[in-house]
Structures are given as structure tokens and as C-alpha cells.
């Protein structure tokens, strides 16, 4: 593992150490879980939105691409 330093809020600090005492788990730990969960909704969240750009691009295409698409990619 890699040490590393982060300032904190007062408010925040208190809250991980109180949530990280309820769940008898040291700060660090409880800050690592935490941090994963985060980056890894994260990953979902900008996947979402790729997939959400990509429907905007067919959005721009012809009326009837969803029933007709082996038509428009095969054909033309």
C-alpha cells in the first residue's frame, strides 16, 4: 500500500470516525471501501452517459433506423 495524505473537514472527519467505530473497522479501512465504491459508481455513471450520447448520435439518423438498420448498415 501507498501512504498518502488528505486534509479534511472537521464535520467529515468526525463522521468517518464515528461511522468507522460503528462498524468496528479502522478509519483507513473504512476509508478505502469508500473511496472504491465511490470510483467504481463513478465508472458506471460516465458509462451511463456514454451510452446516453450514443442514443442522442441515432437520434439524428433516419425515422426508421431502429426497425431498418441491417438495411442502413448492410445495404447502403
Same mark, same amino acid.
Given at each position: 500500500? *501507498? &501512504? @498518502?495524505?488528505?486534509?479534511?473537514p472537521? #464535520?467529515l472527519?468526525? &463522521? *468517518?470516525q464515528l461511522e468507522?467505530?460503528r462498524? /468496528?473497522?479502522?478509519?483507513?479501512?473504512?476509508? &478505502?471501501e +469508500? +473511496?472504491?465504491?465511490?470510483?467504481?459508481? /463513478?465508472?458506471?455513471?460516465s458509462l451511463?452517459?456514454?451510452?446516453? #450520447?450514443?442514443a442522442? *448520435?441515432?437520434a439524428?439518423?433516419?425515422r426508421?433506423?431502429? @426497425?431498418?438498420?441491417d438495411?442502413?448498415?448492410? #445495404?447502403e
Open positions: 500500500m *501507498i &501512504r @498518502t495524505q488528505v486534509y479534511l472537521e #464535520e472527519y468526525t &463522521r *468517518i468507522a467505530k462498524e /468496528k473497522k479502522k478509519a483507513a479501512a473504512l476509508l &478505502r +469508500l +473511496l472504491q465504491r465511490g470510483l467504481v459508481q /463513478k465508472k458506471k455513471q451511463g452517459n456514454a451510452l446516453l #450520447e450514443l442522442k *448520435i441515432g439524428k439518423g433516419p426508421d433506423l431502429s @426497425t431498418n438498420h438495411k442502413y448498415l448492410y #445495404e
